[in-house]
């Protein structure tokens, strides 16, 4: 089954696409598995097609307009399940220069089928390069969204393959994003063209058991291109690497 577990809609400050339009454009494309993964402070704080230009309503209940996402994606999901299989993610940042964007310190988010976790290997990011502890407090199954891990491995002196191996034991992925749109200036991500090139890399990834998901980390739906989900499902199946809820029906 064709996996896509990044797609952005109306809830993330950067989407305009309805649930459903991303959904069909899933259907469309040929994708199984579809996760939706729209930002924690644009759920949070307001739909964009509502405050665009206006920045997020911090007065908002912030639980509450997470149900409200939640919802509405697995009502969706329930809608369409006969074409497609949805699941409902959070895309979570780390980064504390958008400190008014953050998770709520106390914020239960274990609800949710699985969270994208960004910002891990950069500077400003309250992680600290430490995703372990924040894995675990989501409580839900945990992936590390485009971030160049052995790039950043190799910048902490770390050993890859005995951090691939604990992030199979606490049971977080890793995404390969395979963006490219007019949002991100048609821009591929480096890491992926060189983790398809890498064997070394690869049997890193494969020896550690650890799996890795697919994203396209769709904003604009009119822009999918499903071509390239297609192709990193198949060049990772073919390696023999697990991905994310693969058995899943
Ligand atoms: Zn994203």
Known sequence: MIQDLHAHTYYSFDSSDSVEKVIETAIL?????????????????????????RGP????????????????????????RNRIKVLCGL??????SRDAYALPTAQDVS??????????DEENSFL???IFAFAKRCGCPAGIAHTDLFGFLARRGEEPARFFRRLAEENIFWEINVNFDSLHSFRTHGYV????????????????????????????????KPDRVKTANKLLRDMGIRLAFDGIE
């Open 29 to 53: 494309g040929g994708v199984g598995l579809l996760g939706i993964s729209d930002h924690n402070y644009g759920v949070g704080y307001g739909r964009a097609d509502l405050c665009y230009g």
């Open 57 to 80: 309503s911090l007065d908002a209940d912030y639980g509450k307009t997470l149900l409200r996402y939640y919802d509405h994606v697995k009502a969706s999901a329930a809608r369409y």
């Open 91 to 96: 895309e979570i940042s780390t980064r504390l």
């Open 111 to 120: 609800l949710f089928d699985y969270c994208l976790i960004e910002g891990l």
């Open 128 to 130: 600290k390069g430490d």
């Open 193 to 224: 063209t060189e983790f398809f090139q890498n064997k070394k890399q690869q049997e890193i990834v494969r020896n550690a058991g650890v799996k890795l998901s697919v994203g396209f980390d769709s904003h604009i739906a009119r822009e999918y």
